[in-house]
């Protein structure tokens, strides 16, 4: 890569401020319109069954293209494009009614059938869509932020600031921590649970991928002479990394389980605790200013520290899942009355963490702290902005199955069949597959950004020239994560 040019790329993503969390709230906002929109063809039309060329281009244009004219042409503008994809839903509704799911008769389950000590988790349709939504905008943005036609306030912040990458960064962690609570919750419900030495070996394992894969980043930035961010993670480390030692850092969080069973007081703890560390000794202006020394730590001091911040972030999803996933295993609930419980859980998680983000980052009625964002420290206020916004994501996303796809919550989980069945018609086929390969369209993702860098000077070509490599790319990325679906490989973060 020509220096000068190399110069100019680094200078892009460099020394920015980000924008509003309104304006970042109304681009994201794109997302649950999308799916209400899909959701109002399926239940009212049954557009997506059977799912031929029709129903996947249509399913590709909402799910995956409104969010990435949301973060492009309609950047400025988007809450007309919310407006867009909601309008043709009214009259549908208006005009149509609901679609009765036949299903076969079941014999009556016992309480103790339904709820026993290894009954099966809910399948939860919202969750998935959720988590592909995260993908799909995280695909998208790490390629869209290199071409002029990505506003630079949605690019991370320098040092102070929110951005809607900031946002993508923490949202992809705490989804992590909200699908980890299900593995947890089943090892719970086994009849032998695992040692402390067991977990610790299996987190491990699930680390190594993502290690190898920061690894082979490393090596790729730096013999490709690839431009990079250096303050953004430090010179050798990067977000593979961050992602790659949660799993043991969290086992070994597990232990104090224990003695604090709650993973919201942990994660707060956490956080607490790392704010403290920055406002009362030097670890803030040694993160942000202090020359670089010749050591590891001083190299990468912001990906080391930082990673604290992203702990108390997976800790909070963590807290999140099991809200979610434990209410449908209750024994005195009904599925209706569970589904009940994780709307206003979700609703008071977000209500929470908006409260306690607002007494953070603001004088709010003289008593606020009025300590800024910062995704490169990740500090206490970002950790709550993150939670705060993905609890109400979630909520949303729960709101709209509710409403549209009510059998898929009404059916027990122990009718295993029916309930796959009536969540399967609830799921957009393009969202499970994007959930179900994360690590591996992730992968390809960034490759592909990689290879579109080294090949075309994304910042010299226009808006038009930008629309069309972002739109082949996005369909790339698409086919890869249905043929993974097509051929039945499960390769999730």
């Not at 593979?240 to 007081?265: D, H, K, M, R």
Request: hydrophobic content about 50%.
């Amino acid at each position: 890569m020509n220096s000068d040019y190399k110069t100019r790329k680094e200078a892009f993503v460099s020394n920015l401020a980000g924008g509003s969390i309104h304006e970042i709230n109304a681009v994201t906002l794109v997302a649950p319109a999308s799916v209400l929109l899909w959701s109002v063809l399926q239940s009212r039309l049954s557009f997506f069954t059977p799912y031929g060329p029709a129903a996947l281009i249509t399913d590709f244009l909402l799910n995956v293209l409104a969010i990435l004219f949301a973060t492009t042409f309609y950047s400025s503008a988007p809450w007309l494009l919310s407006l867009l994809l909601i309008s043709p839903a009214i009259p549908i509704l208006l005009n149509s009614r609901p679609r009765r799911t036949q299903t076969k008769a079941k014999p009556p389950q016992t309480a103790a059938s339904q709820n026993g000590p290894d009954a099966p988790l809910p399948i939860h349709p919202f969750l998935t869509i959720y988590r592909a939504a995260m993908m799909i905008i995280t695909c998208i943005a790490i390629l869209a932020v290199d071409f002029r036609v990505f506003p630079r306030r949605f690019a991370k912040a320098e040092n102070w600031g929110t951005s809607l990458m900031d946002l993508g960064v923490g949202s992809f962690v705490f989804s992590g921590g909200v699908v980890s609570a299900r593995a947890l919750l089943k090892s719970k419900q086994g009849s032998a649970s695992k040692t402390m030495a067991q977990r610790f070996r299996a987190s491990i394992r699930h680390s190594i991928p993502l290690l190898v894969l920061g690894l082979i980043r490393l090596y790729s930035v730096k013999n490709l002479d690839y431009a990079e961010h250096v303050t953004e993670y430090g010179v050798h480390w990067n977000f593979f990394f961050t992602l790659g030692f949660l799993p043991p850092f969290v086992e070994i969080f597990e232990g104090l389980a224990t003695f604090i069973p709650s993973y919201e007081v942990l994660s707060l703890a956490v956080a607490v605790l790392y704010q403290v560390a920055l406002e009362s000794t030097d670890l803030k202006s040694y993160i942000l200013v202090s020359p670089r020394g010749a050591d590891l730590l001083s190299k990468n001091r912001e990906g080391v520290f930082s990673f604290l911040g992203y702990l108390a972030i997976f800790l909070a999803g963590r807290a999140t899942g099991i809200q979610i996933m434990s209410s449908g295993a209750s024994s005195s609930a009904t599925p209706q009355h569970a589904r009940k419980q994780v709307l206003s859980s979700l609703a008071v998680q977000a209500l929470g963490c908006i409260t306690l983000f607002t007494l953070n980052s603001t004088y709010f009625l003289s008593y606020g702290a009025n300590i800024p964002v910062s995704r490169r420290l990740a500090n206490m206020p970002y950790v709550l902005w993150v939670a705060a916004f993905n609890n109400a994501q979630l909520f949303l996303f729960c709101l709209i199955e509710t409403l549209f796809f009510p059998p898929v919550h009404r059916v027990s989980a122990s009718r295993k069949n029916e309930e796959t069945g009536r969540a399967a018609l609830a799921t957009s086929p393009i969202m499970r597959a994007f959930n179900r390969g994360g690590l591996a369209v992730f992968l390809i993702a960034n490759l592909l950004t990689g290879a579109v860098n080294l090949t075309v000077p994304t910042l010299d070509v226009n808006d038009a020239q930008a629309m069309a490599i972002l739109v082949g790319y996005a369909a790339v990325i698409t086919a890869v994560a249905v043929g993974l679906e097509k051929a039945n490989l499960k390769l999730s973060l």
